[in-house]
């Protein structure tokens, strides 16, 4: 079984996706999805994925981003971030949507502190819980450069990535390791 599928309900709770959403969505070739992996080692700490289309349109939609509750506090998922935001940058979308748990104040000063701002909120989006969904949005005039400060703990070459193109998560799947940081 996958790692990302192995540790979604660990991560996520009540709210993960199952085996088969996870598969289809992953497999969607405007999906872009990372696999973070603690620096040195092989250890899964969390995943990421945007979903775009590959040369741009009316937006992009951030999927996940989750981590492992040992990696969490130490910028993990501040770099998926940055990561999914310059995927999408290269995609050429201006304008990236996400939902996130509104019981979630970690997560959204996450987002804020990237840019992001609530534009609805979802009533009872959060299933089994009930819990609202806060949408949020980020404009992105593609006047910045690419991402240059990074958390120490997670480099990008410590980033496993799983490309968009993936033909079966459960079989033989594309990754590469990001080498550098983007500039």
Do not use: C
């Not at 790692?3 to 088969?20: F, K, M, N």
């Not at 998922?77 to 201006?94: F, S």
């Not at 992001?116 to 949408?135: N, S, T």
């Not at 496993?160 to 799947?173: A, E, I, N, T």
Request: no cysteine; proline share 5%; charged share 25%.
């Amino acid at each position: 079984r996958p790692e990302l599928i192995q540790h979604e309900y660990e991560i996520i709770g009540r709210d993960a996706w199952s085996p088969e959403l996870i598969v289809a969505e992953v497999s969607n070739p405007m999906s872009y999805y990372l696999v973070a992996r603690a620096e040195g080692t092989t250890e899964f700490a969390g995943y990421a994925g945007l979903r775009a289309a590959p040369s741009g349109g009316d937006g992009g939609d951030i999927q996940t981003i989750a981590t492992l509750p040992a990696h969490r506090g130490k910028g993990l998922g501040r770099t998926l971030l940055r990561a999914l935001l310059e995927e999408a940058r290269n995609r050429r979308v201006q304008d990236i949507f996400l939902e996130v748990r509104a019981d979630n104040p970690t997560a959204v000063a996450l987002y804020e502190s990237e840019g992001f701002a609530v534009i609805d909120r979802r009533d009872g989006y959060y299933q089994p819980d009930g819990v609202d969904a806060l949408v949020m949005r980020r404009h992105d005039d593609g006047a910045q450069g690419g991402w240059t400060r990074l958390p120490t703990h997670w480099s990008w070459a410590s980033i496993q990535v799983s490309l968009s193109r993936v033909s079966d998560l459960f079989g033989q799947k594309q990754s590469s390791t990001i080498a550098g940081p983007v500039s």
